[in-house]
């Protein structure tokens, strides 16, 4: 079984920190997806990650593949508010697995303004 | 893009009673669809991967008799709760891919809540 391992699982910042939200796991994934998830709906992509090294940008949000494709990391600059929401990173794995994703437990990001 | 729904957005049911929810995709043809449970403030966990034209596959501790899923087309999958009871009360959320490694995308859920 894949796990994905997400920290923290609560964070709480002011309006204009930086954080990093990290997954890691010892299971090596074909890809890696970042979503975000408002109370009351569904989570939204937000990238997906497949090279080794890879690093992705989305405006103030950074994300960053391992070289071995085992973990992940997600960086926002200068946080707001419109930033808060639960942050989930799912790997994709491959083989007898389908396609299955292999969620990580879960960031819940409050900004404060 | 890749736009999921789901029906309803919300249902409450008395316990005993089946409830089904809807997923469709709209504007793609997806051949997996997968339902996933959500309880507050945590992760999505697996239910079960519904494959067009064959039967679900159900992760461990999901009972199938109770979690009816039909796959009918490329653009729709049924999850029907059975004799459904409080605890079955959740977020439940689907979500659909185009090709075996593909992204996945996901509909608002369906917020169930047993009485």
């Known amino acids: 079984t894949q796990l994905l391992e997400q920290s923290p699982q609560f964070l709480s910042i002011q309006e204009g920190e930086n954080l990093t939200v990290y997954c890691n796991s010892s299971?090596?994934?074909?890809?890696l997806q970042w979503y975000r998830q408002e109370p009351g709906e569904g989570p939204v992509l937000l990238v997906t990650?497949?090279?080794?090294?890879e690093v992705k940008k989305l405006k103030r949000l950074t994300f960053q593949f391992g070289d071995a494709r085992k973990d992940s990391s997600l960086h926002i600059t200068a946080a707001q508010p419109g930033d808060t929401g639960l942050y989930l990173c799912?790997?994709?794995?491959?083989?007898?697995?389908?396609?299955?994703?292999?969620f990580g437990q879960g960031t819940i990001l409050t900004v404060h303004p | 893009g890749a736009v999921v729904s789901q029906h309803p957005s919300r249902v409450i049911c008395k316990s005993g009673t089946s409830v089904k929810i809807e997923c469709r995709s709209l504007?793609?043809?997806?051949?997996?669809m997968f339902w996933y449970r959500q309880f507050p403030k945590q992760s999505l966990m697996l239910m079960a991967t519904?494959?067009?034209?064959?039967?679900?596959?159900?992760e461990q501790g999901v009972e199938k008799d109770k979690f009816l899923i039909n796959h009918a087309s490329l653009t729709l999958s049924t999850l029907t709760v059975t004799s459904a009871h409080p605890e079955d009360s959740s977020f439940y959320i689907c979500?659909?891919?185009?090709?075996?490694?593909?992204?996945?995308?996901f509909g608002p859920g369906t917020r169930l809540t047993v009485t």
């Open positions: 979500s659909a891919r185009l090709a075996l490694m593909a992204e996945q995308y």
């Open positions: 519904s494959n067009e034209g064959s039967k679900a596959t159900y």
């Open positions: 799912a790997g994709l794995a491959g083989g007898t697995s389908y396609g299955k994703l292999t």
């Open positions: 299971s090596v994934f074909s890809s």
């Open positions: 990650v497949v090279t080794g090294g």
């Open positions: 504007d793609f043809q997806a051949t997996t």
